[in-house]
């Protein structure tokens, strides 16, 4: 950002609480961009006694992990995973419970992970061009992300 979304003034640095932020030069308006991080749910999708991991379209060729996306306005955690389930796999989700919540500073956003129970016949959106099913003991975490979440949720069985 570089300019005030109130005022269309320029934003510059302020420090607050010990923290840099961009804020409106003119004092008078008094907006701060306090650079929140952004809501993500993420989904460790159960089907057929398998966990699905999917790969996006913009990932590397063998990057594979869980179904995530955005919360909509006014939308609760747990509808929005079943919501993103639907959109991008066409499953229908059974149960949902969550497995955590998880910093995810890279990307400037809090991971709300759940253990979904899916049932039906995976159709690709837009989003995604792949899935693979893979034993549960055969699941391997990974060292960021929604990784933690598998990680966690894999000391439950």
């Given amino acids: ?19 840099t932020y961009l804020a409106c030069a003119d004092v008078k308006c ?6 929140n991080p952004v809501p993500v749910v993420a989904a460790i999708i159960e089907l057929n ?6 790969h996006n379209v913009s990932w590397p060729e063998k990057m594979f992990g869980l179904v995530s996306g955005f919360l ?4 609760a955690p747990d509808q929005a995973v079943k919501r993103e389930i639907k959109e991008e796999l066409n499953l229908n989700t059974q149960e949902v419970k969550l497995v ?12 709300i992970a759940y ?16 899935y693979k099913l893979i ?12 990784g933690f979440a598998v990680r966690d949720w894999m000391k439950t069985f």
């Fill in 1 to 19: 950002m570089k300019y005030c979304p109130f005022c269309a003034n320029e934003l510059t640095t302020t420090e607050r609480e010990g923290k």
């Fill in 30 to 35: 008094g907006f701060v961009h306090w650079n």
């Fill in 49 to 54: 006694d398998k966990v699905l991991l999917a």
């Fill in 72 to 75: 909509d306005e006014k939308e």
């Fill in 100 to 111: 955590g919540v998880y910093p995810f500073e890279q990307m400037n956003q809090v991971i």
């Fill in 115 to 130: 253990h979904a129970k899916c049932t039906g016949t995976v159709t690709l959106n837009e989003e995604l061009d792949d």
């Fill in 135 to 146: 034993e549960k003991s055969k699941l391997k975490a990974w060292n960021f992300g929604t």
